[in-house]
Each structure stands twice: as structure tokens, then as C-alpha cells.
T-cell receptor
Framework: GAGVSQTPSNKVTEKGKYVELRCDPISGHTALYWYRQSLGQGPEFLIYFQGTGAADDSGLPNDRFFAVRPEGSVSTLKIQRTERGDSAVYLC???????????FGPGTRLTVL | AQKITQTQPGMFVQEKEAVTLDCTYDTSDPSYGLFWYKQPSSGEMIFLIYQGSYDQQNATEGRYSLNFQKARKSANLVISASQLGDSAMYFCAMRESGAGKSTFGDGTTLTVKP
């Protein structure tokens, strides 16, 4: 079956602009995660959804970052007033439940100029 | 707080030989899971193997095995009969019980030499 997909694969924006990153999880997976990976580092947790609700958003760095999953499937990560430090690869993952292994998408590479 | 340490930034191995990638972790939760992922240059994270903290036996998946030493809080990945396609970044991760998120180490870059 289809894996996790993320769009766009690459996004270049200017400092101060608003961006949206989309994640389509594996069908039937109730848990969805967003991570951020900077060059040479491991993924850093941002937020975790169980169904439609954010079960843990403790990794969001500040209030410029927000994520939604209105119908319990597709999720959108929203970043307001982007800063150069937001440049990274944003990874989405999904799992059958929070206790199962996570399957990752190919990521969105965000570059803030 | 959870912490994962991977002390080997880079490792080299000859093709067809075995290699061990180190991972130590820190948690106060008695129930947790340990994961290894492979990230080739294409960027996608590929799940390799899982070990639960209460599992009695070390996990194995094909050429991958996890050397789990609970008292030492280590969960080393062993890759047997290395192949050129094993060249990639390898990440160790941990998830505590009740938590959805995983905490990742900074990874080890493995290079397999022909």
C-alpha cells in the first residue's frame, strides 16, 4: 500500500512569510507525528496527534508553529513569520497506534532565505 | 528526561563483515521501547528493528540484531554480512510508555567498503 507522503518536497520562502507543510499518513493509521531534522542531527519531536487531537505538542518551539489534523487523516504543519533558523527537513510519520513502529515520509526540506 | 547517546559519529566496515553500532539511553520509566532506523542519502527514515524493555530475548530481523543490555542501558545494533547498500546514517530512538513521541540520537554514519 501507499506509504506516508509529504508535500511539497522542497519549499523555499523568505524570512517573515507563512508556510504550510502537508502530510498524508498511511491509511488507517490513527497516530501521526511531526519531527524536524537539522543537518547532522537526529529528528527532533514537534507534535503528536492521536486521531484529530494533539496528544502532545510539547516539542513545538514557539507559538509561530501550529499543526492541525481536522479529520484524523491528513495533517498540516503551519509556520508563521518564518525565520532563517526554521530551515530544516520536516518529517512526518504515522503508526497504527502510539505503541507501534512509526513509518516516516520522505520529508519536506524548508529553506528560509 | 529521555536521552539517547550515539558515540560513534562515523564507522567503516569491510563488505561482508559484521559491524556494531553503539547506543546508550537514559530513562526513569521501567517500560519503554527502543528502535533503530536507517536513513540513506535519499533522506527517508526506514524502520529496522524494535526491542521492548520487557522482552526476554534480543530482537532479530534478518541481518539486523539488537544487543540489548538493560542493566547497562545499551541497545547496540549489529549488522551481519555488511553490504554496500548498508552505507547510510543509522539512528537509535526510544519511546517511553504512555508517550507517542520518540527521542532520537544524533546518528552514526556507516560506510561499507568494497
Amino acid at each position: 500500500g501507499a506509504g506516508v507522503s509529504q508535500t511539497p518536497s522542497n519549499k523555499v520562502t523568505e524570512k517573515g512569510k507563512y508556510v504550510e507543510l502537508r502530510c498524508d499518513p498511511i491509511s488507517g493509521h490513527t497516530a501521526l507525528y511531526w519531527y524536524r531534522q537539522s543537518l547532522g542531527q537526529g529528528p527532533e519531536f514537534l507534535i503528536y496527534f492521536q486521531g484529530t487531537g494533539a496528544a502532545d505538542d510539547s516539542g513545538l518551539p514557539n507559538d509561530r508553529f501550529f499543526a492541525v489534523r481536522p479529520e484524523g487523516s491528513v495533517s498540516t504543519l503551519k509556520i508563521q513569520r518564518t525565520e532563517r533558523g526554521d530551515s530544516a527537513v520536516y518529517l512526518c510519520a504515522s503508526s497504527l497506534s502510539r505503541t507501534n513502529e512509526q513509518f516516516f515520509g520522505p520529508g519536506t526540506r524548508l529553506t528560509v532565505l | 528526561a529521555q536521552k539517547i547517546t550515539q558515540t560513534q559519529p562515523g564507522m567503516f566496515v569491510q563488505e561482508k563483515e559484521a559491524v556494531t553500532l553503539d547506543c546508550t539511553y537514559d530513562t526513569s520509566d521501567p517500560s519503554y521501547g527502543l528502535f533503530w532506523y536507517k536513513q540513506p542519502s535519499s533522506g527517508e527514515m526506514i524502520f529496522l528493528i524494535y526491542q521492548g524493555s520487557y522482552d526476554q530475548q534480543n530482537a532479530t530481523e534478518g541481518r539486523y540484531s539488537l544487543n540489548f543490555q538493560k542493566a547497562r542501558k545499551s541497545a547496540n545494533l549489529v549488522i551481519s554480512a555488511s553490504q554496500l547498500g548498508d552505507s547510510a546514517m543509522y539512528f537509535c530512538a526510544m519511546r517511553e510508555s504512555g508517550a507517542g513521541k520518540s527521542t532520537f540520537g544524533d546518528g552514526t554514519t556507516l560506510t561499507v567498503k568494497p
